[in-house]
């Protein structure tokens, strides 16, 4: 029997709220663009920049993994949508709820509780032939695209991936559209990436799985459910710099990095616009 899906745990509601409010994005020159005054970020928010009490936790990671073979690589839009679906999709399978949710704690829920507990990382890993059906082997999710794969895990230690996913390929995850994207609906789901800030595919990628984990996060129980169970349609888009503006002073969630790899600390990297949240 399926489980009814609820409002997120209290740790997750109290850290949407503090990266959903920015005062500002820093782009790709590091130039601060202001936004209208707002609430600041809370000091709970686990994509806050400076240090916090979540980096004492245990630090987990979420693996995704896109199937890449040299002849037959799949477009970077086409990517980008299925990992951020693979996102939406671990996040709502019954294996990741917890008691509260389901009646009976999943298998997956004690790890995605401790890595929703601390900082939020994704790293995206490429994978081709013999090393793509290895990692298929392991615990995880299958999600399709177009034309992309990508297989998201549960979370693991920071330190502490399993061989088979630890000898993939983080670098070289460069992908190209080979056709223009089509412009999304005006009635969906819209990742809107910053035109400023340029990131590998791999990145991208990351960055916009943090941006449906923000929508979803944001969302009310019919809400959820609703889009679950349409498949979770999205669309990746990257707007021009008056409407990236427009979006980043909407109210919207806005996915501020904390600066790891590839873009400074504090970019501005997605803007998770809903149907349901925009106001």
Do not use: Y
Not at 86 to 92: E, H, N, P, W
Request: with cysteine; aromatic share 6%; hydrophobic share 40%.
């Amino acid at each position: 029997m399926p489980c009814i899906l609820t409002r997120s745990p209290s740790f997750c509601q109290e850290r949407v709220a503090g990266v959903a409010w920015q005062t500002g994005c820093v782009s790709s020159d590091r130039t601060t663009e202001p936004l209208p005054a707002a609430p600041e970020a809370s000091a709970d928010s686990p994509f806050r920049t400076e240090p916090t009490a979540r980096d004492e936790a245990p630090q987990f990671v979420l693996p995704l993994v896109v199937h890449i073979e040299k002849t037959d690589p799949p477009a970077r839009t086409d990517a980008l949508v299925t990992a951020a679906r693979a996102v939406l999709t671990i996040l709502s399978d019954p294996r990741s709820l917890g008691e509260e949710e389901c009646g009976t704690e999943g298998e997956w829920a004690r790890a995605m509780h401790d890595w929703q507990d601390a900082r939020i990382r994704k790293v995206v890993r490429r994978a081709r032939g013999a090393e793509w059906r290895k990692a298929s082997t392991l615990p995880g999710i299958t999600v399709t695209g177009v034309h992309a794969e990508v297989r998201v895990f549960p979370p693991v230690p920071l330190d502490g991936w399993p061989k088979e996913l630890a000898k993939l390929q983080v670098s070289g995850t460069d992908l190209d559209d080979p056709d223009a994207p089509a412009a999304p609906g005006p009635a969906g789901p819209v990742l809107w990436m910053n035109p400023d800030v340029s990131m590998s595919a791999g990145k991208a990628m990351a960055q916009a799985g943090h941006g449906a984990q923000l929508a979803w996060w944001e969302l009310s129980d019919t809400e959820r459910k609703a889009w679950r169970e349409a498949g979770f349609p999205l669309s990746v888009a990257t707007p021009d710099a008056a409407r990236w503006r427009e979006l980043t002073a909407s109210g919207l969630p806005v996915v501020r990095d904390a600066g790891f790899t590839e873009v400074a600390p504090g970019s501005c990297t997605v803007v998770a616009d809903h149907p349901a949240l925009r106001r």
